[in-house]
């Protein structure tokens, strides 16, 4: 099983990213995708879920009407999209394969940087 995420971006504030992770090594829609931030000096922070085998999503509320989770079966990819940047959505992202106790496997994580 493999997650591999998109390079590190750098933004301006009020922009959008999107970014993507590409799993391989297991039927892409048999399990959901967890998306994850960690910013500098904090702990893991849970964005939310999505369902790739429907396109169902659950939003964390601090996320809602900011974030857009989809994925694509064809590619077997997964992305999250943030808009409306701003300094504090500087983090890592991680997607994450979610079983029923838990992600289980993770991506390498991709750098955001909102600054101007």
């Known amino acids: 099983v493999q997650l591999v995420q998109s390079g590190a971006e750098l933004r301006n504030p009020g922009a959008s990213v999107k970014v993507s992770c590409k799993a391989s090594?297991?039927?892409?829609?048999?399990?959901?995708i967890d998306w994850v931030r960690q910013a500098p000096g904090q702990g893991l922070e849970w964005m939310g879920r999505i369902d790739p085998e429907d396109g169902g999503t659950k939003y964390a509320e601090k996320f809602q009407g900011r974030v857009t989770f989809t994925a694509d079966t064809s590619t077997r990819t997964a992305y999250v999209e943030l808009s409306s940047l701003r300094s504090e959505d500087t983090a890592v992202y991680h997607c994450?394969?979610?079983?029923?106790?838990?992600?289980?496997?993770w991506g390498q994580g991709t750098q955001v940087t909102v600054s101007s």
């Open positions: 994450a394969r979610t079983t029923g106790s838990g992600d289980d496997y």
């Open positions: 090594g297991y039927t892409f829609t048999r399990y959901y």
